[in-house]
């Protein structure tokens, strides 16, 4: 969800019941309350407990008379109500539905509340403690605007109603009470209303939040293995790791600079992207990881960033495959393709550069050797050195090359991966 989305939904919420008009965006939102709200209603219930309890002494004070009653009316019925609506809550039936539990617990608590009402004088004292329910209600049991103002207005029409019939009030003091039911229901409601409206543009920012990170981690893993993303997440920097042995692919597609300027920038783009777009999938395929494209050069190494014992193997098998695809493309020229591979095994350091642009690289004279394997190599042939020859010979069918003369290393005895033996199973199989 982007900014553009987030201002759209909240501009289609709708004034009165503060719904998002798209149901999708609503359905997630009641999904993401759903357990706070619980939470919420049960703490109110709670609450609600205490602080009925809490007034008992009051009782004591006002209804020296009725006393019995009264604490029957608070101690016994009012909290027994609580309580056992507290319950029920915790039952998956009713769990998903607080507005029915919040609706039979006020209506219960106005019923008896209108009983300490007939049994006081003067009444006032419990009537401005309705108010206060009324707010409570309005403002803290967790059933939304909508249904907390019906539930609030139903049961203050009730005990307005009761009123005059339970207790003789002159018509000053009767005009005094409806008042302040009618204030605390407005008061509670337009506290709520903008309560909830907060909630649910801070419900649409968090989302937003979400996806941009989304989107931000997603652009990471496509630039640095998942597993190095992880750890910059963490927090941690500096990230270099040394292997004590990896294998290192390098391709590079023949004549590249000839291709190049005989055809158009556009139509060189586009060939790049499908030549390396099927280059990726092989590489997701078996399982290594694709370490950088230079122009026309591909890198790939096996065995990291996550050790694996194959990764030699799984490294011979993707360049068998490379070549084969290839052999199935035409450059923008209409030419077949052919590309040059060159492999080595052994020890590397691998770790995270730059802080504006990440880059995930390799490091240590196997990546070296591997260049040199490739850039000294014919096209066609996957030319792979002495210490990769020697992890693979027993699964794979090698030509000997000869010795080459390696820039840094003097000379070196290099072959050609030909095929996988057939009783050699691949690791990717």
């Not at 990726?280 to 050069?297: M, P, Q, S, Y």
Request: charge should be neutral; proline fraction near 4%.
């Amino acid at each position: 969800m982007g900014s553009q989305d987030a201002e759209r939904i909240a501009a289609g919420m709708r004034r009165l019941t503060l719904q998002f008009s798209d149901p999708d965006v609503e359905q997630r939102y009641r999904s993401t309350r759903a357990e706070s709200d619980l939470r919420r209603m049960r703490l109110s219930l709670g609450a609600g407990i205490v602080i009925n309890i809490g007034f008992a002494p009051l009782d004591y004070l006002v209804l020296s008379q009725n006393l019995t009653v009264a604490l029957i009316v608070r101690i016994a019925a009012i909290t027994i109500l609580f309580v056992g609506v507290l319950g029920l809550s915790w039952l998956g039936h009713f769990r998903t539905r607080l507005g029915y539990l919040a609706a039979f617990a006020i209506l219960g608590f106005t019923l008896l509340y209108a009983a300490l009402i007939a049994q006081s004088k003067p009444p006032d004292v419990y009537l401005s403690g309705y108010v206060l329910v009324i707010l409570f209600l309005l403002v803290f049991v967790p059933v939304g605007f909508v249904n907390a103002s019906a539930i609030s207005w139903v049961c203050t029409v009730i005990f307005a109603a009761l009123t005059p019939l339970i207790r003789t009030i002159d018509l000053g003091s009767l005009l005094t009470i409806y008042c302040q039911f009618v204030a605390a229901n407005l008061m509670g409601m337009f506290a709520l209303y903008w309560m909830e409206r907060l909630h649910r543009l801070d419900y649409l920012s968090v989302q937003e939040i979400a996806d941009e990170r989304s989107r931000y981690r997603a652009l990471l893993t496509r630039i640095l293995p998942s597993s190095i993303v992880e750890r910059l997440e963490g927090g941690e920097e500096g990230i270099a790791d040394d292997y004590a042995e990896s294998t290192v692919l390098f391709a590079d597609i023949v004549g590249f600079t000839e291709i190049s300027t005989r055809s158009q920038p556009a139509a060189m783009v586009a060939f790049l992207n499908r030549v390396f777009g099927r280059y990726d999938e092989l590489v997701a395929r078996h399982g290594v990881e694709k370490i950088k494209t230079i122009g026309d050069a591909y890198m790939v190494a096996g065995g990291l960033p996550e050790a694996r014992p194959d990764h030699a193997e799984a490294i011979a098998d993707l360049a068998l495959d490379m070549l084969s695809e290839t052999k199935r493309m035409d450059g923008p020229d209409g030419n077949p393709v052919q590309i040059r591979i060159g492999i080595d095994t052994g020890p590397l350091t691998a770790g995270v550069i730059g802080e504006s642009r990440f880059l995930y690289d390799l490091w240590g004279d196997t990546v070296n050797t591997a260049s040199r394997m490739e850039s000294q190599g014919a096209p066609g042939r996957v030319q792979v050195s002495e210490t990769a020859y020697q992890r693979l010979r027993a699964k794979y069918r090698f030509k000997p090359l000869g010795e080459i003369d390696v820039k840094g290393k003097g000379s070196m005895a290099t072959w050609q991966l030909v095929d996988r033996l057939p009783d050699a199973a691949s690791p990717t199989a």
